[in-house]
């Protein structure tokens, strides 16, 4: 990723990502798009080699704690769910009332005009921010991932929101299908 000075060097190694939608663009407001995010996850899980061991979905981004099985490349995992992902939203939008559809399409528009590899739209970020985690910085990361609706004032408690991993770490079903750390 281009400007990322946060390496995937261990493909198969586990890692704190967050993939941010330009301009911190609130577009994960309406279900259908959060839905899309989850199916795309799961789609990696089952035909891609993505571990996710932890993720969150918030209004404008996703933080994961992720990994990819033997045999597959995190970097290309990451690559085609934020390219796939970044293309179906847009189309979505573009098809589905949405209020706000015009302007952010402009946004994804211009920010995607000063790029040459970018034939119209640019959706996410480049950067990923990627962190190899030890294994004693794992469950710190898992909290924090799962705190973040909480510090948001979207719910009291971390397991009772939908679009995240603290469902399945508390007994419970989550969206995505998880990969426990041992």
């Known amino acids: 990723m281009s400007g990322d000075r946060y390496k995937i060097s261990d ?9 941010t939608v330009i ?10 798009y959060k839905i899309e995010i989850v199916n795309s996850l799961n789609y990696c899980i089952k035909e891609k080699g993505l571990n996710v061991h932890a993720w969150c979905l918030m209004s404008n981004h996703i ?6 099985r033997e045999g597959f490349r995190l970097s290309d995992i990451i690559r085609d769910f934020k390219k796939f992902t970044a293309k179906r939203i847009i189309k979505m939008m573009e098809s589905e009332p949405e209020s706000r559809r015009d302007w952010m399409l402009q946004q994804f528009i211009f ?8 034939k119209k739209y640019k959706f996410w970020k480049d950067d990923n921010h ?22 948001s ?7 009772d929101y939908l679009y995240s991993s603290a469902r399945d770490y508390s007994d419970g079903n989550g969206f995505v299908i998880i990969s426990f750390l041992s």
């Open 11 to 19: 493909q198969n190694a586990v890692y704190f990502v967050t993939f």
């Open 153 to 159: 004032l979207i719910v009291g408690n971390a397991k």
């Open 111 to 118: 920010a995607g005009s000063k790029l040459k590899r970018i």
């Open 23 to 32: 301009n911190w663009i609130d577009v994960f407001t309406r279900n259908t």
């Open 63 to 68: 933080h994961l704690i992720v990994s990819a």
């Open 130 to 151: 990627a962190i190899e985690l030890s294994s004693k910085m794992m469950e710190g990361r898992i909290n924090y991932v799962h705190q973040n609706p909480v510090e």
